[in-house]
């Protein structure tokens, strides 16, 4: 609208904004697991460009596989009278996902005037913001730190093999 803010008009509209994971990751997300996110926005539905009605607002945040298949998709619904409002998800998930079973996040908005007006007086929204929540994957550092680690299984074999070695010395000597 030339204020930096969002309005939606009367057709309904899906905006967003697609992010590929690992590029927005340090060094690519080796070593990395995603934890969750933060959505923030301030947004105002029903306003009185018209005669105040509640207008089509929601926003949403949708995680997708390297391939292109949904991993998870969360839906915040602001179909309610509300004036100028922070909004401030903050999603963590029950298991931190693994950077390389994350491809790209898609969060944005569908809108729409519900007095079917052409021009800028449904719903508005401004001030967008999205961050991942991101830490060390503990697998990367120590692959015996959970045995859901890629490569647990090889590091015990090889704690077998060493402690085997060290039972035949032992044998050895007479113990």
Same mark, same amino acid.
């Given at each position: 609208n030339?204020y930096g ?9 899906d905006l967003?904004q697609?992010?590929n994971v690992?590029?927005a990751?340090?060094?690519q ?7 969750g ?5 301030r947004a105002k ?7 105040g009605?509640?207008d /089509?607002l929601?926003?949403?945040v949708?995680?997708?596989? %390297?391939? &292109?298949s949904? *991993?998870?998709n969360? #839906?915040y619904n602001l179909?309610?009278r509300?004036?100028?409002t ?7 998930f029950?298991k931190?996902l693994?950077?390389s079973s994350?491809?790209s996040?898609?969060?944005?908005? /569908?809108?729409?005037?519900t007095?079917?007006w052409?021009? %800028?007086? &449904?719903?508005? *929204?401004?001030?967008v #913001?999205?961050r991942?929540k ?5 697998c990367s550092?120590n ?6 680690c ?5 590091a015990c074999?090889?704690i077998?093999?060493r402690?085997?070695r ?8 007479g113990f």
């Amino acid at each position: 609208n030339g204020y930096g803010a969002i309005n939606f008009s009367y057709g309904q509209t899906d905006l967003n904004q697609t992010i590929n994971v690992a590029n927005a990751l340090p060094n690519q997300g080796a070593g990395l697991q995603i934890n969750g996110f933060q959505f923030g926005f301030r947004a105002k539905n029903g306003n009185g460009w018209d005669n105040g009605q509640t207008d /089509v607002l929601s926003a949403y945040v949708n995680l997708y596989s %390297p391939k &292109g298949s949904s *991993v998870a998709n969360y #839906n915040y619904n602001l179909n309610y009278r509300f004036n100028w409002t922070n909004f401030n998800f903050d999603e963590t998930f029950t298991k931190p996902l693994n950077t390389s079973s994350l491809g790209s996040i898609r969060y944005g908005f /569908v809108g729409r005037d519900t007095n079917g007006w052409a021009g %800028p007086y &449904g719903p508005e *929204v401004t001030d967008v #913001n999205f961050r991942l929540k991101y830490s060390v994957d503990p697998c990367s550092i120590n692959p015996l730190s959970s045995s859901s680690c890629p490569g647990y299984g090889a590091a015990c074999a090889d704690i077998d093999i060493r402690f085997g070695r060290a039972v035949g010395m032992i044998g050895g000597l007479g113990f």
